[in-house]
């Protein structure tokens, strides 16, 4: 059974900086991409970010609204994948998902599970 | 970036209807597109992906149709679980945007 765990949430002055992990289990994680995206408070879904594989180099991609302060990161040794949230501002406050991505060049590529999340709250 | 537009952004059925959300991206996609369906509290549950393909495990009463500028999602004889918000998300280019949701509320 696919597991997605992510923890480190909490509240965090404007400013600030958090990072958040996702522990994963049930698959073979270093075979897939993972993403990230959140939700503010009663809003909708925000795509924050991707990071791939190692067979392509470990490549990120992000929303043009977090580029530059937040970074993904994995370890595969650790099946976890990690999201460093720099020069927080009021509106990453959120709910931040990870999820797993499923890659197929006839399918394309989304999100095919989803961790319970982690509630980021910035405020002063 | 791609904007998707879901309409309607509410929608109020009543057990056993028919209902069907669109989702228009500002310019073509192909088939990269899913379905995902999200209740009170909850992470969002993967329904569709490829346009029309039925994720593994959710009932056959969830179907996707559509490709380039124009895509519905339909549920057919709508039951108690399924009234929840739905978004769409197109994967065919980043960043891989959703539509602003459509919430379905038993009539």
């Known amino acids: 059974e696919v597991q997605l765990v992510e923890s480190g949430g909490g509240l965090v002055q404007p400013g600030g900086s958090l990072r958040l992990s996702c522990a994963a289990a049930?698959?073979?994680?270093?075979?897939?991409?993972m993403d990230w995206v959140r939700q503010a408070p009663g809003k909708g879904l925000e795509w924050v970010g991707r990071?791939?594989?190692?067979?392509?180099?470990?490549?990120?991609e992000y929303a043009a609204s977090v580029r530059g302060r937040f970074s993904i990161s994995r370890d595969d040794s650790r099946t976890s994948v990690y999201l460093q949230m720099n020069s927080l501002k009021r509106e990453d406050a959120a709910v931040y998902y990870c999820?797993?991505?499923?890659?197929?060049?006839?399918?394309?590529?989304?999100?095919?599970?989803w961790g319970l999340g982690t509630l980021v709250t910035v405020s002063s | 970036d791609i904007q998707l537009t879901q309409s309607p952004s509410f929608l109020s059925a009543s057990l056993g209807d028919r209902v069907t959300i669109t989702c228009r991206p500002s310019?073509?996609?192909?088939?990269?597109l899913a379905w995902y369906q999200q209740k009170p509290g909850r992470a969002p549950n993967l329904l569709i992906f490829?346009?029309?393909t039925l994720q593994s495990g959710v009932p056959s009463r969830f179907s996707g149709s559509g490709s380039g500028t124009e895509f519905t999602l339909t549920i057919t004889s709508l039951q108690p679980e399924d009234f929840a918000t739905y978004y769409c998300q197109q994967h065919n280019s980043y960043p891989f945007t959703f539509g602003q949701g459509t919430r379905l509320e038993i009539k």
């Open positions: 490829a346009a029309s």
């Open positions: 310019q073509g996609i192909s088939s990269y």
């Open positions: 990071i791939r594989d190692k067979a392509h180099s470990y490549t990120t």
């Open positions: 049930g698959f073979t994680f270093s075979d897939h991409y």
């Open positions: 999820t797993r991505v499923r890659d197929s060049s006839w399918y394309g590529s989304y999100s095919d599970y």
